[in-house]
Structures are given as structure tokens and as C-alpha cells.
């Protein structure tokens, strides 16, 4: 079985370790600890691996953020995939730093990395797995905080939740999304 697996963020040194960019967290360790390199291909930065049997496909899209849905039917139609064997990683500011939660389906909830999958793929019906950033900032101070670096403090937070984040994607692509998220939604 094939699984894509969609870290959204934004490319550029400029972003790197942004509260944006957790998806791209997230896959740069799993893509470490593998020894895993990403090449650019189209719409992407790509890697690949095994994983008992299943071929599993990273992307980090290079459309930016607001675009994320136009890398993602690519690599979908290349893979020749469905909704249901892809996995995005997303940021999430109604979650408390660190906080994890696999779900099947849902709202873009004004992400506009989901709005933009929604509109390509037409449907709100593909599994993300939402990464907790927590939403402590100023009223009116929302982008510069999504946008802003975590501070040494989140990252030492944040840490082992990117460990537990991979072993959920291997969870996913293994046992499927409902015992996934029976195992580990907090």
C-alpha cells in the first residue's frame, strides 16, 4: 500500500522553525532519523522509504503555504493514491503547544494551507494530523505569531512530541486511522 505523508509549511530559510512550519518539522526529523534526503522534484521536496511493506512518500510542497493543495493533487495523481492514504500535518493554533490529534475529516478551521486542499481536492474528507502550537499571542498578533520562530523553550516542549507525531504517522500507514486515533488522540 502507498501513503503520502504532506508536512505543510513554507520554504525558505526565512521560515525555517516557524510555528508554520511544524508539518516540515515533523518530516525534516523523521527524514534524519531514517537518513532520509529530500530532493526538489515537482511542487516538492521529496523522500521515500519502506516501512513494513508500505511505500511512504514525504512531501514538503514549495508552493508556500496558501497553495499547499496544488503539490498535493500532483503528488496524489502521481502516486495514483486516494484522500484516504494521504496524511497532512498541520499546525494548529486551538491546540496547546505540543498537543497532537489525528483526525479523518474536518473544517479548514481558517488554515489556509487546509482551505486551499479543500478547494483543490473539493472535499474536507482527508486525514490530517493537527500539531498543537498553542495561541499565545496579542489580539490582532495571530499571523506575526504563526509566522514567528518557537523559542528554545517550545523546542525543548515540542522535542518529544515530534517523536510521538512520527510514531503516529507509522501508526496510520500501518494499522489504519481508527486505531491510530484510539492509540494516541489525547
Known sequence: MKYLIVG???IGPEYVLTRHNAGFIVLDRMAIDRGLKFTLQR???VTEFSFKSHQI???????YMNLSGKALAYWMNQLKITP???????DDLALP???????????????NGLKNI?????????PRLRIGIGDDFPKGRQVDFVLGKFTEDELITLSPKIDKAIEMILSFCTIGITRTMNLYNE
Open 97 to 111: 503547544l505540543g498537543k497532537l490529534r489525528m483526525k479523518e475529516k474536518g473544517s479548514s478551521a481558517g488554515h
Open 84 to 90: 484516504e492514504q494521504v496524511l497532512v500535518l498541520v
Open 8 to 10: 505543510l509549511g513554507n
Open 57 to 63: 512518500t514525504l512531501i514538503k510542497p514549495t508552493t
Open 43 to 45: 511542487h516538492a521536496l
Open 118 to 126: 479543500q478547494q483543490i481536492l473539493n472535499t474536507d474528507q482527508y
